[in-house]
Nanobody, 114 residues
Framework: QVQLVESGGGLVQPGGSLRLSCAASGFTFTSYAMFWYRRAPGKQRELVARITTDGVTNYADSVKGRYTISRDNAKSTVYLQMNSLKPDDTAVYYC????????WGQGTQVTVSS
């Protein structure tokens, strides 16, 4: 059974940090590029960051320099370190695995507010 389980979301003040985790199981993690998406209220889903099987990373312009995506293949986990958070970062964040097939996590809420 394939699972992507996100954790680490919550409420944080502007300027604060959070680290999201996505634990994968049920498929060959090392064969999949991993992605973080987000959907803010009233907005379309947005690709935030991507990491390839070789560890190459890409970011949306809106988060470049503030977010860092990484993966631990030994733990089948992908992370998203989010620093200097802004209210506009408020969204549900989703983990996505792209490869021969594709899989979505259930999402974790991130709220940036004072």
């Amino acid at each position: 059974q394939v699972q992507l389980v996100e954790s680490g979301g919550g409420l944080v003040q502007p300027g604060g940090s959070l680290r999201l985790s996505c634990a994968a199981s049920g498929f060959t993690f090392t064969s999949y590029a991993m992605f973080w998406y987000r959907r803010a209220p009233g907005k379309q889903r947005e690709l935030v960051a991507r990491i390839t099987t070789d560890g190459v990373t890409n970011y949306a312009d809106s988060v470049k320099g503030r977010y860092t995506i990484s993966r631990d293949n030994a733990k089948s986990t992908v992370y998203l370190q989010m620093n200097s958070l802004k209210p506009d970062d408020t969204a549900v964040y989703y983990c996505y695995a792209g490869g021969v097939r594709s899989y979505w996590g259930q999402g974790t809420q991130v709220t940036v507010s004072s």
